[in-house]
């Protein structure tokens, strides 16, 4: 079936930094989704990529759509201590079942100790 | 984006009896979707709610175990039955505007006994 591979799987952020997250997979997709969900909540949609090559900004929060619409990559720019969650790449396919929206593993965003 | 609020927030429940998790939508979607998140992972589909027809599931997951009611556009239930230790997760409820963004809900969090 299809998967999506996302890391890294976690990392540890000091305020100020900029972060890359990417998500790859063997199969096409014509959207890429990025969410972000806090403990105890249902996961935000942050950024959606509809083309190829696509790139687009939500703030501190870029994410572009791969051209070969296998990839996509989420950063995030000056990070606070608010961008602590985790991060979930979400693609979809073309129509039917491929239409739903298959989740990564997840980027878990930690604070520096 | 739709408002979506999920009932109850979160229950703690025996082995063998069942939970039924109602999802209110403030505004008229087509597409509403059940979603499993056991802890610590990412989230599997449980299956498509169809208004004014039966649920599509996905492989894994059947009728018996996971009912689920969507009687209009605004308004869904889905119910674990017979329950197990293996069922304690959150399950998220989810909606389609547009063509392909999708919001969730906060989640209900479930504990089996």
């Known amino acids: 079936g299809q998967q999506l591979n996302q890391s890294p799987q976690s990392m540890f952020i000091q305020e100020g930094e900029d972060v890359s997250m990417n998500c790859t997979s063997s199969?096409?997709?014509?959207?890429w989704l990025w969410y972000k969900q806090d403990p105890g909540e249902g996961p935000v949609l942050l950024i959606a990529?509809?083309?190829?090559?696509e790139l687009t900004s939500n703030g501190r929060l870029t994410a572009q759509f791969g051209i070969t619409r296998k990839d996509s990559f989420l950063n995030i720019s000056a990070s606070i201590p608010s961008d602590v969650g985790i991060y979930f790449c979400?693609?979809?396919?073309?129509?039917?079942?491929?239409?739903?929206?298959?989740f990564g593993k997840g980027t878990k965003l930690s604070v520096k100790p | 984006s739709a408002v979506i609020s999920q009932k109850p927030s979160r229950d703690i429940c025996q082995r063998g009896t069942s939970l039924t998790i109602q999802c209110q939508v403030d505004?008229?979607?087509?597409?509403m979707f059940w979603y499993r998140q056991q802890p610590g992972q990412s989230l599997t589909l449980i299956a498509t709610?169809?208004?004014?027809?039966?649920?599509?599931?996905e492989s894994g997951f059947v009728i018996d175990k996971f009912p689920i009611s969507r009687p209009n556009l605004t308004f869904s239930t889905l119910t674990v039955s017979n329950l197990s230790p293996e069922d304690s997760s959150i399950y998220l409820c989810?909606?389609?505007?547009?063509?392909?963004?999708?919001?969730f809900g906060p989640g209900t969090r479930l504990t089996v006994t």
């Open positions: 989810s909606v389609r505007q547009g063509t392909y963004e999708q919001y």
């Open positions: 709610a169809n208004q004014g027809s039966e649920a599509t599931y």
């Open positions: 505004s008229q979607v087509t597409m």
């Open positions: 990529l509809y083309k190829a090559g």
């Open positions: 199969s096409i997709f014509n959207t």
């Open positions: 979400a693609a979809q396919g073309y129509g039917g079942s491929q239409g739903n929206l298959i």
